[in-house]
């Protein structure tokens, strides 16, 4: 390739918003936020509580509609498309409060989001067994979910993740309220998926853990982008340290 051409590539963006708002009443949780998610990368997303993190995930992956602005993932328009359209679009998920079914079997609770998979039960049952153990609960999987503590119960929404292998992982607060050695494994498993190719939008409050990790960072404010860059230029940037210091 020529330096001419490569001067000019674009970049490859698997994630963009533009102008996306998202109204509760006379709330603007998410007010006119741009942002851009490179393939392969790690986009951090930080705030105080209530400064948007999570609603701004939800209008991603469908679970609320936006009142305006778009969300393009894969260069394909997939604003306000329901959250199974999405997910079956390569977008996996985990939550802030963990959705896992309580009175089902670890192996249950990966093989129902695949209800409606070509595949046969044994080929589920053994990916489900493998993603188990990629989170260390291979021994659990007969346990039911509510046998969990609140740390495997993230740990059970990656597994979840893992097994329908999507391309773009939104992880909300993975690790809130984790102990340090369920952490590490949870920071392990997000660099060895990224290194095979998946991105991230990663929130949390953590910010050692989200420095460490993301490739570029983006700072909520009242549901405003109050400032976007690299780990460096994000500590060090004003308006950041204010919105912080001023909670
Ligand atoms: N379903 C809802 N109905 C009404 N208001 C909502 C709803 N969901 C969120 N909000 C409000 O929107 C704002 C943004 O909330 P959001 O949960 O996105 O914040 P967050 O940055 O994820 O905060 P936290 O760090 O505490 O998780 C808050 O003022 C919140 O109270
Ligand atoms: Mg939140």
Known sequence: MSAATAATAPTDVILSTGGLVKRFGGLVAVDNVALTLERGSVLGMIGINGAGKTTVMNCVNGIYKSDAGSVVFNGVDITNRTPHAIAKSGVGRTFQVPRIFHRMTLIDNLMVTELDSADSDAVLTERAEQALARVDMFDLRYNHGEELSGGQQKLLELARVMMFDPELILLDEPFAGV???????????????????????????????????????????????????????IKSDPAVIEAYLGQ
């Open 179 to 233: 102990n340090p050695s369920l952490c590490r494994l949870f920071i392990e498993r997000i660099r060895e998926l990224q290194r095979g190719g998946k991105s991230f939008l990663l929130v949390s409050h953590d910010l050692t853990s989200i420095y460490k990790l993301s490739n570029r960072i983006i700072v909520l404010n009242q549901g405003q982008v109050i400032a976007e860059g690299g780990v460096d230029d």
